[in-house]
């Protein structure tokens, strides 16, 4: 697995869902490439989260941006998703993906979160 996602199955409603991906590929730091979050709720399609950038800029989609952070780890090549506030309609599985120009290239084995009191 060259995207490796860690972090709870499981978070608490108003906690803050954290997950983490450990890159495999290649540098995060290599030009080019953003690392990306994205989710799928159950019976719905795929939805963009944000992403940081090989410079370290974040984009976020406007639903998530004042409960989202990207941040990243050089040292471990690791990029890490936070969402405070969590309800139980962020429940979905999570997914953390290399971007380039318009497309992903590599992704994650997918992450089950639940959120639930």
């Known amino acids: 697995v060259l995207l490796h996602q860690s972090g709870p199955g499981l978070v608490k409603t108003s906690q803050t869902l954290s997950l983490n991906c450990t890159v495999s590929?290649?540098?995060?730091?290599?030009?080019?490439?953003?690392w990306s979050w994205i989710r799928q709720p159950p019976g719905k399609g795929l939805e963009w989260i944000g992403y940081i950038t090989y410079g370290g800029a974040t984009y976020y989609n406007a639903s998530f941006k004042t409960r989202t952070s990207i941040s990243r780890d050089t040292s471990k090549n690791q990029f890490t998703l936070q969402l405070s506030h969590a309800t139980p309609e962020d429940t979905a599985v999570y997914f953390c993906a290399r971007g380039v120009t318009q497309y992903y290239d590599y992704w994650g084995q997918g992450t089950q979160v639940t959120v639930s009191s």
């Open positions: 590929v290649g540098p995060i730091t290599a030009d080019y490439y953003y």
